[in-house]
């Protein structure tokens, strides 16, 4: 609520705090955008309580102690079998993180689901106390935990080896009480304000889950797949000279699938690919496709360029990005994934027959993969998000693109040629 106030009375407000304080709001969006580390790579920590008022610090034994920014975090019982599971979010890593809890302790859990009459229908404000021997375990439903996470609405108990529960009391927020036993340790319960009697019901996982307490990461990381776009973007176009002396327009590839490898004569890794989709150049033109080779090297390193092409055996068009090009393209990057930073080489772009991209490969792409994508065919609006997806679900609300949000970008990166030919999309 305060940025909103802040930031909604910045055009309006002469103040000059208040434009100091912008400035600086302007400087952590662009950090965020750059990918920066705000707490240096300061690692996650994670606590252990010894239940006798001190905390051990068990960040890296328990792995979690990752180094990228954590924004959030949620607890839930998602397997359902009595233990809580973490959602993480973190702002320069992975979107999402799920830790999944799956310790055989044998301790008992209680799990409590409320619904308020008199109160919220959600039950915010709820305090549940459980009555053990070893003494009372309190636990509050809350709206909101932490920083922009909210905890399953489902109030969870550790028995630890208790194997008999005295009681549980309710005290809603209408100021109602009530006091239940009989209540099983291992169980979920379903309460209703006002309502005497309860459902139960034992905990049990959804299904059976491998154990898995050390995950060995491969030497070799995965093959990359590339991004599918959730629609059509339009390609910047270019007229420039390959290192053959032929005028390369990338309006002359209209009705054929092209795709566009950004390399360095200066990138080891780029050589593999670049050999990989010659040997499959008769592959590619065949599923009706076609390669250009746009290097990023300097003009005056034309002749280490040529002589790399002729050493790799390279038949398709080379040649080297202008710095129109080569700001286009960059423009494009920042616009898709927003993030200030250069296209990394290799990098590729499969523009399809209209000369809009459809997919972005971030480093070595191989041929084969490159030969089922030129067979994917995507026309409808529904087909577009199936395959940007590729897993079950269902949008609550569809995904869209803010071309007036795209077109700023690329104007503010200085591709303005580029950036004016988004404007039917705006208008659109």
Same mark, same amino acid.
Request: charge should be negative; aromatic fraction near 8%; charged fraction near 25%.
């Given at each position: ?11 309006? #407000?002469?103040? !000059?705090? %208040? ?17 920066? =580390? ?11 309580? #010894?239940?006798? /008022? ?10 979690? *102690?990752? *180094? ?27 979107? %999402? ?13 209680? $799990? ?12 915010? /404000? ?5 009555? %053990?021997?070893? /003494? ?16 399953? @609405? ?22 109602? &009480? ?18 005497? !009697? ?8 959804? =299904? ?60 080891? #890794?780029?050589?593999?690919?670049? @050999?990989? %989709? ?8 065949? $599923? ?32 080297? !990005? ?5 700001? &286009? ?26 000369? &809009? ?5 971030? +480093? ?28 079950? +679900? &269902? ?10 949000? #795209? ?22």
């Amino acid at each position: 609520m305060i940025w909103r106030q802040v930031l909604s009375q910045y055009e309006s #407000n002469d103040d !000059a705090h %208040l434009r100091v304080y912008r400035r600086n709001v302007d400087a952590i969006f662009t950090l965020v955008r750059e990918g920066v =580390s705000w707490s240096g790579h300061e690692r996650d920590v994670f606590f252990l309580n #010894n239940r006798d /008022g001190t905390f051990s610090d068990v960040s890296g034994t328990s792995g979690v *102690d990752f *180094d990228q920014d954590g924004r959030g975090i949620a607890l839930t019982d998602l397997d359902r079998d009595g233990d809580l599971e973490a959602f993480v979010k973190t702002r320069n890593g992975p979107g %999402l993180r799920v830790l999944w809890n799956d310790q055989q302790s044998g301790n008992g859990a209680l $799990a409590i689901r409320l619904k308020g009459v008199k109160s919220n229908r959600d039950a915010i /404000g709820t305090r549940v106390t459980v009555e %053990l021997a070893s /003494g009372p375990v309190t636990r509050a439903l809350r709206a909101g935990e932490g920083f922009v996470s909210q905890n399953s @609405k489902q109030l969870h108990f550790g028995l630890g080896d208790a194997k008999e529960i005295e009681a549980v009391r309710i005290r809603w927020p209408s100021g109602e &009480e009530v006091r239940l036993q009989g209540v099983e340790p291992g169980t979920r319960i379903s309460v209703v304000e006002g309502e005497a !009697a309860y459902e139960s019901q034992p905990l049990s996982a959804l =299904s059976p889950l491998p154990a898995s307490p050390v995950t060995t990461l491969a030497s070799t990381p995965p093959p990359y797949d590339g991004t599918w776009l959730i629609e059509p973007v339009p390609a910047p176009t270019f007229e420039q000279r390959d290192l053959g002396g032929k005028t390369q327009r990338l309006s002359d590839y209209q009705g054929r699938r092209v795709l566009l490898v950004f390399w360095a004569s200066w990138c080891r #890794n780029c050589f593999p690919e670049l @050999k990989a %989709l010659q040997q499959a150049k008769a592959e590619i033109e065949a $599923a009706g496709g076609a390669v250009l080779a746009i290097s990023v090297d300097k003009p005056e390193d034309a002749g280490k360029v040529q002589a790399l092409a002729r050493e790799l055996g390279l038949e398709y068009p080379v040649m080297i !990005a202008s710095k129109k090009v080569w700001t &286009e393209y960059n423009a494009v990057k920042r616009t898709l994934f927003d993030i200030l930073k250069d296209m990394e080489v290799p990098s590729s772009i499969l523009v399809d027959e209209k000369g &809009e991209m459809s997919k972005i490969y971030v +480093g070595q792409v191989d041929a084969g993969l490159v030969l089922r994508d030129l067979r994917s065919r995507a026309t409808t609006r529904e087909e577009f998000l199936a395959r940007a997806v590729p897993y079950p +679900g &269902e949008f609550l609300e569809a995904p869209y693109r803010d071309w007036a949000v #795209n077109l700023f970008y690329a104007w503010q990166a200085g591709a303005r040629d580029y950036a004016l030919t988004l404007r039917p999309r705006v208008v659109q």
